[in-house]
T-cell receptor, first 116, second 116 residues
Framework: AQKVTQAQTEISVVEKEDVTLDCVYE???????LFWYKQPPSGELVFLIR??????QNEISGRYSWNFQKSTSSFNFTITASQVVDSAVYFC?????????????FGDGTTLTVKP | GAVVSQHPSRVICKSGTSVKIECRSL??????MFWYRQFPKQSLMLMAT?????????EQGVEKDKFLINHASLTLSTLTVTSAHPEDSSFYIC????????????FGPGTRLTVL
């Protein structure tokens, strides 16, 4: 069975602070995908990143960066110099990779509030 | 990236009525689509896997007679909430799996159902 744990329920920071959102996962699959999504108040899921289990290279995209550590089963997300527009709920998700699979298991989400 | 649409985006109905939600993959064919449900301030929970031309596979605890799923074509899956009650009020999100080797999953914008 798959499980995704986002231990931080809510985080509040002041604008321009850096913030890291934690994600720890469990799976028995050797091949899997990890995702981060942003869900603003409108509700629509915004895809941020996908990482497959064979690619442990960290990634940076503008103010966003991701740290994938297979040894600790973690896929943490850091926002540098946070902005008010970053306020949203962020979900980490795990997807199995088998034929016609792909259904995702989501963490409980972390609500990030960035105050001006 | 690929686009998945949902219609309607919001629906308000009276208790006892049935509501149909459509999920369409606009620029790709999807043999597999997923339906998720999200209660306020909670995570996304997978309800069922919809396979084109065959019966849907429901997750444990989801009533198949309550939530009817039809995947009649490679671009359309529908979820019908039958005899809706206030406890069915929720945010329903579909996703579609593409047929690339990555089996990428693309999410729709969601449908907010309110049952009075």
């Amino acid at each position: 069975a798959q499980k995704v744990t986002q231990a931080q329920t809510e985080i509040s920071v002041v604008e321009k602070e850096d913030v890291t959102l934690d994600c720890v996962y469990e799976t028995r699959d050797t091949t899997y995908y990890l995702f981060w999504y942003k869900q603003p108040p409108s509700g629509e899921l915004v895809f941020l990143i996908r990482r497959n289990s064979f690619d442990e290279q960290n990634e940076i995209s503008g103010r966003y960066s991701w740290n994938f550590q297979k040894s600790t089963s973690s896929f943490n997300f850091t926002i540098t110099a946070s902005q008010v527009v970053d306020s949203a709920v962020y979900f980490c998700a795990l997807s199995e990779k088998r034929a016609n699979a792909g259904k995702s298991t989501f963490g409980d989400g972390t609500t990030l509030t960035v105050k001006p | 990236g690929a686009v998945v649409s949902q219609h309607p985006s919001r629906v308000i109905c009276k208790s006892g009525t049935s509501v149909k939600i459509e999920c369409r993959s606009l620029d790709f064919q999807a043999t597999t689509m997923f339906w998720y449900r999200q209660f306020p301030k909670q995570s996304l929970m997978l309800m069922a896997t919809s396979n084109e031309g065959s019966k849907a596979t429901y997750e444990q605890g989801v009533e198949k007679d309550k939530f009817l799923i039809n995947h009649a074509s490679l671009t359309l899956s529908t979820l019908t909430v039958t005899s809706a009650h206030p406890e069915d009020s929720s945010f329903y999100i579909c996703s579609a799996l593409d047929r690339s080797p990555y089996n990428e999953q693309f999410f729709g914008p969601g449908t907010r159902l309110t049952v009075l």
